[in-house]
C-alpha cells in the first residue's frame, strides 16, 4: 500500500511541477482510458483534483441520492447513512455552496459570475427521504428534489432491483435462472458481492431486469409487498410535497429504461407521469430524471420527449458540474451519485470539485451532455 501512495505521490510532483493548465492533458496521457477508484485516490492524495477542478468546476452541481439507511450493509449497501448525507452538506457549506431549488438555480446559470450552488435530488419516492433526510435538510435550510415514479405510489413498479435486494438479505443461497448462476450468500460480503454483480448483470438491460421475474416468484418475493413498506403513498406523498423544502419532479410511469421503448410507449411513460402527480398535487411539475440516466438508457430521443411533455430540466446520471451552457441542453442536465456507501473521502472529493467528470471524459469537454 505504501508503495502504491509513493508513486502516487512521486507522479503527483512531477505532474505539479509544470503550469496547472497542462495537468489534465499529462494525466490523459498517463492514465488513457483508465478510470476508477486509483485515479480518484491519486487525484485526491496528490491535489491534482483542485487544479483539474478549475476547468471541470462548474458553477453549479447536482447531487443525487435514493435510500437513507441506518444500517448500510444490513441493506446491502443500496443507499446511504444519515451520516454520509451531513457530511456531504458540511462538505458543501466548507466549499461555499449554496444549497438552493432548481428553479433558483436556473435563474443563477443566466448571472454572468453566478454564486457557486448545488441542488440535492432524491430519486423513486422513499419514506426513509421523509423519516432520515428531511430532519438533517431542515437542519440545513436545504430544499431537495424528489423525482417520483407513478408506480413507486401505486405499487405496481417492477422494482426489480428491490427484489434483489430481498433475495439475498434472507437467503444463504440463490439461485437465478436468468444468469445460470447459483450465489453463495452466507454471509455479508458475499451477499453485497452478489448484490453488486447481479445488478450489473442487469445494466441497462430491460429484457435482463424482466428475466428476474421468475426468480422472484420461485422464492415468493412479493415486489408489490416491498414496494409498500419502502416507498411513500399517495397520502403521503402529498403531505409530503407540502413541505417548505421539497419539490416533487417525474420519474415515469413504470421506472424502464426509456431507451428500450418505442417513441409512442417512451413519449407515454413519460407524459402519463406528470399528468398523474400534477393531478395528485394541484400543482405544476416542471422539472424530471431519467430512470438509470446512463447513455444506454437515454439520449436525444428521450430529451425531445421530455421537452415536449412539457417539463423545463431533465436530469441523468451523467458524471459533470453544471454550467451556463446547460441552459442551451436543459433536457439532459448531469448529476454526481453521493447516495451510495460508502463514498470515501478521495471519492466525494471527485464529485464536488468536477475532478470525476474530467476522468469520465477523458479529459473532454467539461459540460456533460449527451455522451
Ligand atoms: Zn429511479
Not at 432524491?122 to 417520483?148: C, H, Q
Not at 445488478?199 to 415468493?220: H, I, M, N
Not at 420519474?251 to 429504461?257: E, I
Not at 395528485?280 to 411539475?285: H, K
Request: hydrophobic share 40%; aromatic share 8%; proline share 5%.
Amino acid at each position: 500500500m505504501s508503495y502504491f501512495i509513493n508513486n502516487m505521490r512521486r507522479f503527483a510532483g512531477e505532474l505539479l511541477s509544470g503550469p496547472p493548465g497542462a495537468i489534465p492533458k499529462r494525466l490523459g496521457s498517463a492514465f488513457g482510458t483508465k478510470l476508477g477508484t486509483g485515479a480518484e485516490r491519486l487525484l485526491g492524495a496528490s491535489g491534482a483534483g483542485r487544479f483539474v477542478g478549475r476547468t471541470y468546476r462548474g458553477p453549479g452541481l447536482v447531487l443525487m441520492f435514493h435510500e437513507i439507511h441506518d444500517d448500510v450493509e444490513a441493506q446491502l449497501r443500496t443507499g446511504c447513512s444519515p451520516d454520509q448525507l451531513r457530511r456531504v452538506l458540511v462538505a458543501l457549506k466548507h466549499e461555499g455552496r449554496d444549497v438552493i431549488t432548481i428553479e433558483e438555480a436556473l435563474q443563477r446559470l443566466q448571472d454572468p459570475r453566478p454564486k457557486p450552488f448545488a441542488l440535492l435530488t432524491f430519486d423513486d419516492g422513499y419514506r426513509d427521504n421523509r423519516d432520515k433526510a428531511l430532519p438533517i435538510l431542515e437542519e440545513f435550510g436545504a430544499p431537495m428534489t424528489m423525482f417520483v415514479p407513478t408506480g413507486m405510489v401505486t405499487r405496481e413498479i417492477y422494482a426489480w432491483w428491490l427484489g434483489l435486494r430481498a433475495l439475498f438479505a434472507r437467503h444463504d443461497s440463490v439461485d437465478i435462472a436468468a444468469m445460470s448462476h447459483r450465489f453463495d450468500c452466507s454471509d455479508a460480503a458475499r451477499k453485497n458481492a452478489a448484490m453488486r454483480q447481479a445488478t450489473l448483470w442487469v445494466g441497462t438491460d430491460r429484457l435482463r431486469a424482466a428475466a428476474l421475474a421468475d426468480t422472484f416468484s420461485a422464492y415468493g418475493i412479493s415486489l408489490a409487498g416491498l414496494v409498500a413498506t419502502v416507498a411513500m403513498d399517495e397520502r403521503e406523498l402529498k403531505a409530503f410535497a407540502a413541505h417548505w423544502l421539497v419539490t416533487i419532479g417525474g420519474h415515469t410511469t413504470t421506472h424502464t429504461f426509456l431507451s428500450g421503448l418505442d417513441d409512442a410507449s417512451a413519449r407515454a411513460d413519460i407524459a402519463d407521469n406528470r399528468r398523474y402527480l400534477q393531478d395528485m398535487l394541484n400543482a405544476p411539475v416542471r422539472h424530471f430524471a431519467y430512470p438509470y440516466g446512463t447513455p444506454g438508457a437515454c439520449g436525444a430521443r428521450e430529451a425531445g420527449l421530455v421537452a415536449e411533455a412539457g417539463y423545463a430540466t431533465g436530469f441523468t446520471t451523467r458524471p459533470g458540474q453544471l454550467f451556463a451552457a446547460h441552459l442551451d441542453c436543459p433536457h439532459l442536465m448531469p448529476r454526481e451519485d453521493t447516495g451510495f456507501a460508502n463514498l470515501s473521502s478521495a471519492q466525494l472529493a471527485s464529485r464536488l470539485n468536477g475532478s470525476r467528470r474530467a476522468w469520465a471524459s477523458r479529459f473532454g469537454n467539461p459540460v456533460a451532455g449527451i455522451d
